[in-house]
């Protein structure tokens, strides 16, 4: 079934992802040079390694207005299913990025304890600390409500990356303070804290990414959302089957509806779509709804029973020389778990009597009951039917 829900807009100004990813970017080019100027000035390496963390910062905003302007672009031949996995890979990309960062630093900061520099860095440090570390933890706030709005795992994942960089300059502040202050080794103790906060949130991405390709379930919570919608229908009597995963910031759900088999095929498709659109209704975050349709009691164990074309052939047989073949006007079929239900409608000549139709009747059922895979067979007259 083709989606009614429109596609986000990869244009910056109408999408709240590119939006703030194109601000950070800003905010970490300006914060770069402020730093980097600050500790060149003020005698600060803490605060110039601080302003190359920021330029990092720069690069994954990058990755992340690319990942997540590609990830937007529409359904085209080549992808039928969007480009959500770009976002995906390029979260998974930015998760390792923190991991290397984490390893970096905590060596970093080990060979600063181990040799520690009795430096007295100029207040301008400080100053210059003190901006990056309100102006990220502002930026970081702001990008994951973003992120979490919009069930972006890229737009989390980079603005994990603004706190890593808060959290440095908190590491830059204490280290200039003590060192002026008399104590250089607290800087690196205070870094390692910071580490393992940053390669924490780094490997809960890229496990975040890595299951999302992976095809893994979504969590449990949004499989009962999604379950509730569907038990909503009228007409849905059971469902099984039942699968959700995460295409980047989207969801893709398949199911199978079980309906009551008396009813047409229009109006099994009716269902479907009517269920479709609730769930997507219901939960913004569902791209598409992929149902089967399966008939309750139904067989869908995929049994060898006969087809429609087959089953008019032996039918045919069976019946030759019992009734005239013209007059069986309609065969309905219907697969159960334990064989084929057959219903057929005759035309009744005028001069048959109520107890010869009967009798007929009952005649052409004993006939196809013996046939391969039916176990019930109804025969019925088209009211007011001639020879």
Not at 56 to 68: E, M, N, W
């Amino acid at each position: 079934m083709e989606s009614h829900v429109p596609s986000a807009s990869p244009e910056t100004g109408r999408d709240p992802g590119l939006k703030i990813t194109v601000i950070g970017g800003i905010v970490n080019l300006v914060l770069t040079g402020i730093k980097f100027l600050a500790g060149i000035a003020g005698g600060s390496s803490v605060l110039v390694v601080d302003a190359i963390h920021s330029l990092s910062d720069l690069a994954t905003d990058i990755v992340a207005f690319a990942g997540r302007r590609w990830a937007l672009l529409p359904q085209d031949r080549d992808h039928p299913y969007g480009h959500g996995r770009i976002e995906t890979l390029a979260a998974l990309i930015m998760g390792l990025f923190l991991i290397g960062l984490a390893v970096y630093f905590a060596v970093d900061s080990v060979q600063k304890f181990l040799h520690p520099r009795a430096e007295l860095p100029g207040y301008i440090t400080l100053a210059a600390a003190l901006i990056s570390i309100i102006s990220k933890e502002v930026l970081y706030r702001s990008t994951v409500r973003v992120g979490k709005e919009m069930h972006s795992g890229l737009i989390i994942a980079n603005a994990w990356h603004h706190r890593s960089d808060a959290l440095s300059s908190v590491v830059a502040f204490l280290g200039i303070l003590f060192a002026r202050l008399g104590t250089p080794a607290m800087d690196p103790l205070a870094a390692l804290i910071v580490v393992l906060m940053v390669g924490h949130a780094g490997f809960a991405i890229f496990l975040d990414a890595f299951r999302n390709l992976a095809d893994t379930m979504v969590e449990e919570a949004l499989q009962e959302q999604i379950r509730a919608s569907l038990s909503r229908v009228a007409g849905v009597r059971d469902f099984h089957d039942f699968r959700a995963r995460r295409v980047g910031s989207e969801v893709w759900v398949d199911v199978h509806l079980q309906v009551p088999s008396e009813i047409s095929v229009s109006e099994g498709h009716y269902i479907a779509e009517r269920a479709r659109r609730m769930v997507l209704q219901d939960i913004p975050e569902v791209r598409e709804v992929l149902v089967h349709i399966d008939p309750e009691g139904g067989s869908d164990r995929g049994e060898p029973l006969m087809d429609r074309e087959r089953l008019r052939e032996e039918m045919n047989r069976a019946l030759k020389g019992v009734i005239r073949l013209d007059t069986v006007e309609h065969v309905t079929i219907d697969y159960r778990e334990g064989g084929i239900d057959l219903t057929l409608r005759l035309l009744q000549p005028a001069a048959l009597t109520l107890g010869e139709a009967d009798y007929l009747g009952e005649r052409v059922r004993q006939c196809l009951l013996g046939l391969e895979g039916v176990r019930t067979v109804q025969v019925n007259y088209s009211p007011g039917s001639t020879p």
